[in-house]
């Protein structure tokens, strides 16, 4: 069992930055592969970045990519995403995944969930 909780969110104006942090419990962390997804209101939920179990690779939607980064400390069992110009369509709630592989674009692959952090950008 891996429980995950969100921070970070907040308001800011299009153009600035926020980082999310996604905290999980347990000392499995490192042997999973976890995940940013963000749902907007009435829209589906969708991927946003992905990371495999060590880090050495990531994945991101086209929509975030050059803006956004996604990393990883086991050690501090914690995964970030770092965005930059931050952009009013990216106003959603971003949740954080974790599955037992290397990282996925599919929502169906994550295993665990965290509740969510909204992220609101003004124009």
């Known amino acids: 069992q891996v429980q995950l909780v969100e921070s970070g969110g907040g308001l800011v104006q299009a153009g600035g930055s926020l980082r999310l942090s996604c905290t999980a419990s347990?000392?499995?962390?490192?042997?999973?592969?976890m995940g940013w997804f963000r749902q907007a209101p009435g829209k589906e939920r969708e991927f946003v970045a992905a990371?495999?179990?060590?880090?050495?690779?990531?994945y991101y939607a086209d929509s975030v990519k050059g803006r956004f980064t996604i990393s990883r400390d086991n050690a501090k069992n914690t995964m970030y995403l770092q965005m930059n110009s931050l952009k009013p369509e990216d106003t959603a709630v971003y949740y954080c995944?974790?599955?037992?592989?290397?990282?996925?674009?599919?929502?169906?692959?994550?295993?665990?969930w965290g509740q969510g952090t909204q992220v609101t950008v003004s124009s």
């Open positions: 990371i495999s179990w060590s880090g050495g690779s990531t």
């Open positions: 995944a974790a599955e037992r592989g290397y990282g996925s674009r599919s929502k169906n692959e994550y295993d665990y």
């Open positions: 347990g000392r499995t962390f490192s042997r999973y592969g």
